[in-house]
């Protein structure tokens, strides 16, 4: 494989291209308009302008990288991509429509993946007529600098793509982790409940925000409070994660906090709008 590409400027998108700009890949950048376009593009060349400020890459090796990079809105510009990584809004609707544009411009060979977070990869597949060719690719987030990809194989996802990816992953030095298909994996059926739970703490007025994120960091040992992480990941983001939890696999225990509803709806979404459950 050697041209990559990625659906999504925002917050993963932007990770994954920065981690395979950085193993030496060609990288296809889609969104759907310039403005869009334009912002992921100026997020990349920060990123890489700290890199060299911290001494960690040189200047000319920063031209290098943005060099293999193309981005463009035109969905058209993909077609010639080994791979394509879709990391746009985390909706059964949006992906399908998007794979199966993704499936009439891409060559038979090519291998469609999608980072979503939760969703079911064999209703995504379906979209397409090469099930057999997608697969789940979930990086997590900052993608350039953590070390997991869960691999998810649909229910038709060939032997071949998943041995193909995962031999992929080991090259962009990062570490696979194989997972059935069921809703949210391993790390966000684990993580996104107890994130909720933390936001149900702080709406019954048990303790305050910073004290939640304190007591887990000190008591659990966790790098990052609960409700800065959802600020991280994203209110929104969170939210569909938790509603697709409960959607899918129907327990209460699952019910999204209506708290973090309000946020949501109040685009209160964390750290991209500058406020969620802290001010950034
Ligand atoms: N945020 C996280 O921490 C995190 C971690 C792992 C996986 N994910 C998953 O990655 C995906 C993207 O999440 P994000 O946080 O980067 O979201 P985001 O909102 O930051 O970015 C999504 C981008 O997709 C674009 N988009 C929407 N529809 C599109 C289409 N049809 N064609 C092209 N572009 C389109 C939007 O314009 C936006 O720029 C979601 O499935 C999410 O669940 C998120």
Request: glycine share 8%; hydrophobic share 40%.
């Amino acid at each position: 494989m050697e041209t990559i590409g990625v659906v999504g400027a925002g917050t993963m998108g932007c990770g994954i291209v920065l981690v395979f700009l950085n193993q030496g890949f060609r990288v296809v950048l889609n969104d759907l308009n310039e403005t869009l376009i334009n912002k992921g593009v100026d997020n990349i060349g920060r990123y890489l302008s700290r890199s060299v400020e911290k001494g960690k890459i040189s200047g000319v090796e920063k031209d290098e990288i943005l060099s293999r990079l193309t981005a463009s809105d035109d969905i058209n510009s993909l077609n010639r991509c080994d791979l394509v990584v879709e990391a746009v809004t985390e909706d059964m609707e949006v992906k399908t429509g998007l794979f199966k544009k993704l499936d009439e411009i891409c060559s038979n060979e090519t291998i469609l993946a999608s980072n979503t977070s939760s969703l079911s990869i064999t209703a995504v597949s379906n979209a397409t007529s090469r099930p057999d060719k997608v697969i789940g690719m979930h990086f997590f987030n900052p993608a350039p600098v953590n070390a997991l990809v869960e691999l998810i194989k649909g229910l038709n996802t060939s032997s071949d793509t998943y041995d193909r990816v995962f031999d992929l992953v080991i090259k962009i030095g990062k570490t696979p982790v194989s997972v059935q298909e069921s809703p949210g994996f391993i790390v966000n059926r684990l993580l996104i409940p107890m994130i909720n739970e933390a936001v149900y703490l702080l709406a019954e007025g048990v303790a305050e925000a910073s004290e939640i994120d304190k007591a887990m960091k000190l008591g659990a040992g966790h790098p990052m409070g609960p409700l800065a992480l959802a600020d991280f990941i994203g209110l929104d983001v969170t939210l569909a994660i938790m509603e697709n939890l409960h959607n899918e696999l129907g327990d209460d225990k699952y019910r999204p906090c209506p708290l973090l509803k309000k946020m949501v709806r109040g685009g209160m979404l964390g750290k991209k709008t500058k406020l969620g459950f802290f001010t950034y």
